[in-house]
């Protein structure tokens, strides 16, 4: 195969790992700090989807404005949703092993509420709009410049939120919840504060990558299913709570699977995913980036 | 009560709901006949996944990948093989399976397990439609020979009697105290001499065996089957669900939420299936959050402390609204500058 073609492969594996690396992150960050594996974090990607659907075919309002109200309703959303969920669980699980049986059940519980409230809401149509559709060159290869930009816009969403927990007092605090939530506390880190935060960031996150993906491709109230299974597989293979591996390990998922429809099958694009998803598990449970000594 | 009080008392309201069960299709109409075949597959499935998963607290998603494997052996042998030896064949069939996968993910546990059997179930599923559409050049499969109605509906009140009735001895053996400390504190029950990694297995086994056999006697209600509806996830959720809504240690949760969700399912589900699932969601998650160990622990004083409570956070709230708190507290702190 010649080299061009190879790159043609590999760029468009990167576009679809790029948002896969978005979705996983959110996820990653609720996880990592306060044990809820939200089952329900595609379904919130997908009301961003339909929410920017909504308003840009009815007001006409710039997709890309939109990713910002995206943001801060679905951020709102998760606050309210830690408010009247997760904080009485915190409050009344005697162990963090319950609690984290329990806040995935309530995750199960969220998904099939959003999902159907969705499909209620606008029917299981599939929609879509067209946005940017004019193919742009870039190193010879042609690339749809609305993929182009969702690509962008994905990696600077997850470098930002890297930097943020790199490089600010806030991200510190964070990082020291992951690390001890006791010793956190100890120091003077108002947990109270920080965890509803943080679930409204992952779930503004979920939002924005909605919103990116209803500029590309079609949507339905069905499309968050998959993500969710996929921001799962890009977690296992980052490493549960690790933030850097998660970008790597969306990236690296987006680029497996680009190469191996290419020399099988698209028809074997899930069956791929599953396959490399229980390999990492079995094999390396903790992460295919973290080093075996630290504690996960 | 003591132990053989209750023994007895569980056998009897057993006795009694078989009886019912059995007289159904001779005064039921055939949707009342359809409506029972449901709720006795999820009594069976959902009891058996109390049975292991509500015990040890390995939280399974994997049921729906033995029920779809218990279905397709059933497509696939049924015209050689008579009706009994089919079923018996899937839950062998199933159980093989589930002595690999438990293997395989048993030494994990939590999050991990939950995730990784979820994984497993949509591995099987893709394999098979892949091979469905490659090898066979199918996508789903025709069943031609049906027995009738009413062997099905006995076959699976069957499967529901000796679940439920396995439920029970297995409590009452050594297995099922290993099963119960495995759940409380596995490296305690280890120590105390239990080998946890076949007791784990058999209960693993077990699970799988009553899904597949009802799996395979359930497909020959729907005549055609392909992988997207007998591997269908929704079938493992929905077990899940009613188990833990009912109380997934418990003998007897599984089947009173089994009960009332096929009667949910039955009158909502026509008329408006979104707000079913709607309805199922919201159900999920009150009752985790204000009744983790499920109906089955429902008793006249959780009414009461419901009400207390209720009535504690409004007099609460009304103390704030009205201004009695900053009152109260003005008035600590002025005591306290005396």
Redesign the interface.
């Given at each position: 195969m010649a080299l061009g073609a190879w790159l043609e492969l590999i760029g468009s594996g990167l576009i679809t790992g790029g948002v896969y690396a978005l979705v996983a992150l959110g996820m990653n960050l609720q996880y990592g700090l306060m044990r809820i594996?939200n089952i329900a974090h595609g379904e919130f990607l997908m009301v961003g989807a339909y929410l920017t659907w909504m308003v840009h075919t009815a007001v006409g309002l710039s997709p890309v404005l939109m990713i910002p109200v995206a943001f801060l309703v679905l951020g709102v959303a998760g606050m309210a949703i830690h408010f009247l969920?997760f904080r009485?669980?915190v409050s009344?699980s005697p162990n963090l092993?319950i609690f984290?049986?329990?806040g995935?059940?309530?995750a199960?519980?969220?998904?099939?509420?959003?999902?159907?409230?969705v499909?209620?809401l606008w029917g299981g149509d599939l929609r879509g709009y067209d946005f940017l559709t004019d193919p742009v060159s870039v190193a010879g290869a042609p690339v749809a410049g609305n993929k182009l930009l969702v690509f962008a816009l994905a990696l600077l969403f997850s470098l930002g939120m890297l930097a943020l927990l790199r490089a600010t007092l806030l991200g510190k605090g964070v990082r020291a919840l992951m690390q001890s939530s006791v010793g956190a506390q100890l120091v003077g880190i108002d947990t109270k504060r920080l965890h509803p935060m943080m679930f409204g960031l992952g779930l503004g996150l979920s939002g924005v990558a909605g919103c990116l993906l209803s500029m590309a491709y079609t949507i339905a109230p069905s499309m968050g299913e998959p993500y969710t299974?996929t921001a799962?597989?890009v977690i296992?293979l980052g490493g549960?709570g690790s933030m850097g591996g998660a970008l790597l390990g969306g990236l690296l998922l987006g680029v497996v699977e680009a190469v191996g429809m290419h020399y099988t099958n698209p028809?074997?694009k899930?069956?791929l995913s599953?396959?490399v998803?229980?390999a990492v598990?079995?094999l390396r449970?903790e992460g295919l980036f973290t080093r075996k000594t630290r504690k996960a | 009560m003591n132990d053989r009080q209750i023994l007895t008392r569980d056998l009897l309201v057993l006795f009694s709901l078989t009886g019912w069960g059995l007289s159904l299709p001779y005064f039921g109409s055939d949707f009342m006949v359809s409506m029972g075949l449901t709720c006795l597959m999820y009594i069976a499935l959902s009891s058996s996944w109390g049975l292991f998963c509500g015990n040890t607290r390995y939280l399974s998603l994997a049921t729906s990948a033995f029920f779809g494997i218990g279905a397709y052996t059933c497509a696939l042998q049924l015209e050689q093989l008579g009706w009994a030896a089919t079923i018996a064949l899937g839950a062998g069939v199933a159980a093989a399976v589930a002595v690999v996968m438990g293997a395989a993910v048993l030494h994990l546990r939590g999050t991990y397990f939950a995730v990784l059997t979820f994984g497993m179930t949509e591995l099987i599923r893709h394999a098979v439609t892949y091979y469905e559409k490659s090898v066979t050049g199918t996508v789903g499969r025709v069943l031609t020979v049906v027995p009738e109605r009413d062997t099905i509906y006995l076959t699976v009140l069957c499967l529901a009697v000796i679940t439920v009735g396995l439920s029970m001895w297995v409590r009452r053996t050594r297995l099922g105290l290993a099963l119960v400390g495995i759940g409380a504190d596995e490296q305690r029950a280890q120590t105390l001499g239990v080998d946890t990694r076949w007791v784990k297995l058999l209960g693993f086994a077990m699970t799988a065996a009553v899904a597949g056999a009802v799996g395979a006697a359930m497909s020959v209600r729907w005549t055609y089957i392909d992988p997207h509806t007998v591997f269908n996830p929704f079938i493992g959720f929905q077990t899940v669900l009613i188990a833990l809504i009912g109380g997934a240690m418990t003998l007897w949760g599984p089947l009173i939420a089994a009960v009332v969700f096929s009667l949910l399912a039955e009158t909502l589900r026509l008329q408006a299936p979104q707000v079913y699932m709607m309805s199922l969601g919201l159900l999920l998650i009150l009752c985790v959050l204000y009744l983790p160990a499920g109906l089955a622990s429902l008793r006249w004083d959780t009414w009461k402390i419901w009400r207390d409570d209720i009535r504690a956070w409004w007099k609460e709230r009304r103390r704030e609204w009205t201004g009695e708190k900053e009152r109260d507290k003005r008035r600590a702190r002025e005591q306290r500058l005396v």
């Open positions: 594996l969920c009485r669980l009344t092993d984290e049986a329990r995935l059940m309530v199960f519980g969220l998904m099939f509420l959003v999902q159907n409230l499909s209620w299974v799962l597989i296992t549960f028809s074997l899930a069956l599953y396959a998803f229980i598990l079995l449970p | -």
